[in-house]
């Protein structure tokens, strides 16, 4: 009929042939199998690899090899280690811009703080870490930079949420104290410090020791006037330790914080 459009004719459905071949090519439980184990002994190689006994052990976490053997290792992987990545992002707006102080891979800058804020300027002092970083963990927000953040200044002068997860216990006393005070000079009036360290002793390289949360919100409370913390335990990926880990957030400012609602018994 004139004015009208001739119907469309319905997509033909895959033919047998077609269904058959891609299944192949593609899927198939035996296939699935097959490349989960190859992929799940090339990671926990290089897991071994990485943290044998009598090596030298990086100085950062290869988070992709983690989040791959939380899926699909043959042993056990509790979720609760990557906890510090999801507490971190929670309190991100689309407007802020980040500072995440010891980036390491840069996994959790690019999953986990990028897709949540407007930008992330992310440093670490080795440069293995940024080589990694730019190598697998890129995105058009994140800008990586090699940088002491005891010694140099911040890429900005000021950050609407400064991240700083498990490498306080790495810095000594003296130095710690540092950075804390570029961090709450850096933090915007309504600014958020967020982070984790773990509780207790834990490997050689912890240049100070915090045995409880209390321990943390006294260190943080010359520099900041509002300190929340928190602490979790569970057992670390294919060892008997149980990590007993400290979550933080502390601002100058009541408003933010509050609005986040996290409360616990040793916030005030």
């Not at 926990?44 to 090899?65: D, G, I, M, V, Y």
């Not at 992987?77 to 811009?97: G, K, S």
């Not at 709450?184 to 834990?202: H, Y």
Request: hydrophobic share 40%; charged share 25%; with cysteine.
């Amino acid at each position: 009929m004139v004015g009208q459009q001739a119907p469309t004719k319905p997509r033909r459905p895959l033919g047998a042939l077609t269904r058959w071949t891609e299944r192949i090519v593609w899927g198939g439980t035996i296939r699935e199998k097959l490349l989960t184990w190859l992929l799940r002994r090339h990671y926990e190689t290089s897991f071994r690899h990485l943290w044998q006994p009598n090596r030298k052990r990086p100085h950062f976490t290869h988070h992709r090899l983690a989040w791959f053997l939380f899926g699909f290792g043959s042993r056990p992987m509790h979720p609760y280690q990557l906890f510090r990545a999801f507490y971190a992002a929670e309190v991100l707006q689309p407007e802020d811009i980040v500072l995440d102080i010891g980036c390491g891979d840069g996994f959790f800058t690019n999953h986990f703080l990028s897709a949540q804020c407007a930008e992330v300027d992310a440093i670490d002092i080795d440069p293995d870490a940024i080589r990694e970083a730019k190598r697998n963990n890129t995105k058009a927000n994140i800008t990586y930079y090699l940088r002491d953040a005891v010694n140099e200044p911040f890429p900005r002068k000021t950050y609407d949420v400064i991240v700083w997860n498990g490498a306080i216990g790495h810095f000594a006393i003296a130095d710690a104290r540092i950075v804390l005070q570029k961090i709450a000079t850096a933090l915007s009036p309504n600014g958020i410090f967020a982070g984790s360290e773990s509780l207790g002793r834990e490997g050689s390289d912890h240049l100070q020791i915090f045995e409880t949360t209390r321990d943390l919100t006294e260190f943080f409370r010359p520099h900041f006037a509002d300190v929340c913390a928190k602490a979790l335990r569970y057992p670390v990926y294919n060892t008997t330790f149980v990590r007993n880990e400290a979550y933080w957030r502390c601002s100058n400012s009541t408003g933010r914080l509050a609005k986040l609602n996290w409360l616990h018994a040793e916030a005030r």
